[in-house]
């Protein structure tokens, strides 16, 4: 018996071969019984002194199950469920902005969050999940759905400096939590709260407004914090601070805080997050598949912390399996460690249940069953093959074969707030049919919109933003020369020749090549402006998309017409190489000196080169813009009056791309 | 289609949805069929194609279901399936030499193998595996289980330096094995082969002679190697090399061999391997479980090492599923080596089919579904709600869906060679409720052992051997004394005082205490065998578990009676701590100036101790072994005349023992 306070008479009994309460003491009764009334745990014991107690409650054995605290996952994003398996095995800059904002922007609506929501519920119940903690967009939908499922949950809102799938600004999100915070307050299985997304994503000023919204409405706040050492370094250089000291600074402490990962934090970070009861949420697979490194779990844990285990979102995971998460928590903590004795089973089980509920401040409702607390309960059928023979003799065998024989599929009820989800594996309150085909529905929508994209590198190129379309037409050619301080010197003396600006550029260009060779390609260049000392002034990255050309041979010049489409080249080389996927790469290196002059009243651009990488020599480049036919004829004249004023005979004219000549250079 | 050669006339073919072949190309076939002749693939290809070629064949839809090659768990200990859960959350050293091999030397027998083989079968077939490499006792039994179960496994018979449970000798061992490998040598199921069991449990004659026999018979060679850094360094100190290159001196790789685990290779040592085609066996959840490490799985792969995966016993781990092991292999490699693109999904499924089959050696004939391999297969439902939604633009999905999504509990049909084992999660060749039954009768005999053992230190000391059983009576007194040199003095002036020897130790000992306070305690003593220069010129370790004692006063002195088992201490106090469990701990530290002495005709000892932790001070402690009432009479009081010879009181005798004035002194 846990308590001797007078009791609410029970509704119902429950028994089984094993009661584990994850209580302070970690009582464990054999058999034992759980008496409810509605849905409170109204007492837990030894079958016998249970029964004699209530001698007429209906009883409900569950036999030679384990029957233990619903589990708590402490972090995730349920309606990315629908994105699950969207795409894997990617770096996480092409991951998240290749694929998932890409189509979350497309796709994300309230109706996804609910369809999205379901689902994982249905995931959830059957993976022994009695309470998750959600950061999401939408999460009025999120807690509808969740409330409708039976189903316990911290829903909180997310709050970015950019505009989201469901706010513009974020001052909007701001204004729908607040309003979303009020309406949810006080419902019996949802507790509301703020998730202003991380560090990178926020400002300090978001960081301060959430926290006030938290603190005035005593609602969680939960945040991504210290997952990868980026992040740690972007901090630091930003605002000259470890992360968890940037929070603390902040005064984020003062709200109830929940940090999701928190892979690298120092010991002093450690002892800030004990001192001021910060939860930390831990996601063993999540940051090995996206390579963020393992938590230093042991040490948070001797520190005081509490620390919760969760999936994440199933788009990084990939899935919503509690008792992996446990399971590798155990294994990892060993390893990583070499400490065969860190984290045991015992501990595990308590990370998943009511350290999990301690992490996400709602410890007070759920995550052991005790007198009082809301009857959140699962059963676990430890008569599969996986998990025989049983060894009895050492109390604690009970919870190693929890954490290293047993799996989800073994969870065969789950009870929430008193209610049973689900029975013998049939969940009550879902239809799972239903909601796998809904989900097969969206998947295809998205693989459609993704093929579409897929199938040309201009809707990739569209689908990762700021693309401008340019249609050009220009008159070129060029030549080889051999000295660069003459033809300078003519240019600079030549009558007629008006000079209007000169730079001296050093040019790094990277071309990506597709499978079908009339396809269009890609180029990074990489400009860096020289100053007069030779030394870099300053930096340009563009991506062009170059579409396939229509080319006439005027006068000795090229005559070119394509299409462009421009973006500013924000993301790494190694980024659009993985997120592209080109059959085939080249590299021109060049060194720039560039006149823009006027000629016989013609602007052109007057380029002398000299290409680096391949090692191809010195040449003359002289470029025009062009509007028409005619008007590209006359330039191309002119053009041929200036090469010869440069001393270049027309033979000597050459009507090829620098690209081209490189790949002819090549072996 | 895979070949076009003529085809056997096929006797089913199987349809399904998707169909995985692991080919050299990783051929995908959606819809897809297996033509299959009795138990060998006549083809594989798109489903249309194969029911057009053979019209007239029975067909066996899977539906929407998953058909790939059946998995190989590359390395395991089937028998110890009976040992799941024994005991968990120890240190190598406690878990192995504490339980494991003392409920090994009880308990593993014939009946022992068979039965635990056909339990891990019954798992194996559910957890979708078709092939597995053991290696324990008794191959004969597992072979003979693992046929009529109609399953593959490549069965080593372990070779071991000291008595194994079905040798008494090595001697018989490779006797045993010849036999062994003789008898099973061509059968449809079973290829035989010799297992020497590690660097640190054999020696180099064993690994030759091992050898010998493997390269004789050409049959696989297995062994455990470079699993613990522990065991590098043991093998460097012994044989002033690298594990792998100690195994290569011997000829070791002249057979076709299989090295388990490998966590601690360095670069040299993957590149030896490479070239001598050995099929490295990657266990990542024993590898974590027992804290050794993580093995450089990516490294070993980019070398061309042939890498499957493994889930080592279940004693270790706790279960026999791939596909944790598959998933867990994809994840460490990226969180270790921080690199999210580390072995891809499409490698993880290799690495569980073709590329195991190959580390055993038995990629002729399973690992694939390709013309002319045997038919095993599995069927892998993925339709479950963890598998929703599905994203099919990406033909590397379903590899991604596989291993970071789906279960174990998903596999609905497994083949082996042509035959069902499971249909429909129905198993086909075993009896599941019979083996459960056996199972747990069988753990509930380890319980009791297990029980009975743990009821008394005498027992657990026992069971880790070595035991010496003395009775001891003595007769004993002390005194506090303030000054040494004095004494010593006065002992080797005095009259009638014969010195027979002389020491110098510095004693160091560790008393365990248990829970009830009439039982035993146990006493590690560690002797410093001090020199004239005060350097310790030699140790002693003992380990004395001293019974209750039977104490009088007798003329002031201590008459003490009672019994002791005395073994070599040969694990660190650390291992003792944890496998003996003691309620409290206490130490005492000593410098002890040691005599030999007669004096009367009576043997005494006599000790000057400088008590230093805790400081007590100096004393004089004289002893004599008695063997009657009448006798201890006697000596006592000439122990009397000798004290009183030393200038000690009667009223300065203090009957104590060190342990209980340390006791008092703290607080």
Redesign the interface.
């Known amino acids: 018996m846990t308590t001797n306070q007078p009791y609410l008479h029970p509704t119902l009994i429950i028994t089984a071969a094993h009661v584990l309460t994850c209580d302070d003491s970690m009582s464990y009764f054999s058999p034992g019984a759980i008496a409810i009334s509605n849905e409170t745990v109204v007492i837990v014991g030894d079958k016998k002194d249970i029964l004699e107690q209530f001698p007429d409650t209906d009883i409900t054995d569950l036999g030679n199950k384990v029957v233990m605290p619903g589990i708590v996952n402490t972090h995730t994003h349920v309606p990315m469920t629908?994105l699950?398996?969207?795409?894997?095995?990617?770096?996480?800059d092409v991951?998240l902005m290749g694929y998932i904002m890409p189509v979350e922007r497309e796709f994300v609506s309230p109706e996804m969050c609910y369809l999205g929501t379901k689902?994982a519920c249905?995931?959830l119940f059957?993976?022994g999940v009695t309470t998750f903690a959600d950061m999401y967009y939408f999460e009025h939908e999120i807690a509808k759905a969740t409330a409708e499922a039976g189903m316990r949950a911290l829903c909180t809102e997310s709050i970015l400096k950019f505009p989201a799938p469901d706010a513009a600004s974020y001052d909007d999100s701001l204004a729908y939590t607040r309003e979303y915070i009020q309406e949810w307050q006080g419902h019996s299985l949802i507790v509301p709260g703020i998730a202003p997304h991380a560090p990178y994503t926020t400002t300090p000023e978001i960081l301060k407004a959430s926290r006030d919204i938290a603190v005035e409405y005593d609602v969680p706040f939960q945040i991504h914090l210290a997952e990868t050492q980026r992040e740690v370094e972007g901090v630091q250089a930003e605002y000259g601070a470890r992360v968890i000291q940037y929070m603390h600074k902040q005064g984020v402490f003062e709200a109830k805080t929940l940090a999701a990962h928190c892979v690298h934090v120092d010991d002093s970070e450690i002892a800030l997050m004990a001192e001021h009861n910060v939860g930390v949420l831990h996601n063993p697979?999540s940051?090995?598949?996206?390579?963020?490194?393992?938590a230093p779990v042991q040490k948070m844990i001797n520190a005081g912390v509490n620390v919760g285990v969760a999936t994440d979102g199933?788009a990084s995971?990939?899935?919503?399996?509690m008792f992996?998460e446990m399971r590798?928590a155990a294994?990892?903590a060993?390893?990583?460690?070499?400490?065969?004795?860190?984290l045991?089973?015992k501990d595990a089980i308590r990370m998943a249940t009511i350290n999990g509920a301690k992490a996400i401040h709602m410890d007070h409702i759920t995550g052991s069953l005790e007198t009082g607390k809301r009857a959140d309960l699962i059963a676990v059928d430890i008569?599969t093959?996986?998990n025989?023979?049983?060894?009895?003799?050492?109390p604690?065998?009970i919870y190693?074969?929890l954490v290293?024989?047993s799996?989800?599929?073994d969870v065969t009820d789950v009870m929430v707030n008193g209610a049973w989800t689900m029975r013998d594996k049939d969940l009550q309150t879902l239809d799972?049919d239903a909601?796998?085909a809904e989900?097969?529905e969206?998947?295809h929508k998205?693989?459609v919109f993704?093929?579409e994209r897929?199938s040309s590198v201009r809707r990739k190129l569209v689908a990762i933003g700021g693309v401008e379309y340019q249609e050009s037409f220009e008159v070129q050619a060029k030549a080889k020369i051999t000295s660069i301080e003459a033809l300078t010197e003519q240019l600079n003396d030549a009558d007629k020749v008006t000079i209007l600006k000169h730079k001296h550029y050093r040019q790094y260009d990277t071309y990506f090549y597709f499978d079908a060779p009339e396809t269009d390609f890609l180029r990074l260049r990489e400009d860096e402006l020289v100053g007069e000392d030779g030394k870099a002034q300053d930096f340009r990255y563009r991506l062009t998309l170059i579409g396939p050309s229509d080319e006439q041979i005027q006068d000795g010049s090229l005559l070119i017409s394509r299409s462009r489409y421009i973006a500013p080249s924000t993301h790494t080389l190694r980024f659009y190489r993985?997120y592209f996927r080109p059959v085939s790469e080249h590299t021109v290196t060049k060194d720039r000196l560039r006149w823009r002059i006027v000629y016989r009243g013609v602007e052109f651009a007057v380029n002398i080169d000299n290409l680096t990488e391949p090692q191809l020599g010195h040449f003359l480049e002289i470029k025009s813009r062009t509007w028409s036919q005619r008007d590209a004829k006359d330039k191309a004249a002119v053009m041929r009056d200036l090469l010869a004023l440069l001393g270049i005979e027309p033979e000597a004219v050459i009507a090829r791309h620098y690209i081209d000549l490189s790949q002819d250079a090549q072996p």
């Not at 699950?84 to 996480?92: K, S, V």
């Not at 995971?317 to 399996?321: G, V």
């Not at 025989?388 to 050492?394: E, G, I, N, V």
């Open positions: 629908l699950r398996g969207l795409a894997d095995d990617l770096r996480l991951w689902l249905a995931e059957r993976s697979t940051n090995l598949k996206l390579a963020s490194g393992v199933p995971n990939n899935d919503l399996d992996e590798l294994l990892l060993k390893g990583i460690n070499h400490d065969p004795v860190a045991p089973a008569s093959i996986h025989a023979p049983a060894f009895r003799r050492d604690n065998g190693a074969q290293y024989a799996k989800s599929t799972e909601l796998l989900a097969a969206f998947a998205v693989d993704l093929l897929e993985e």
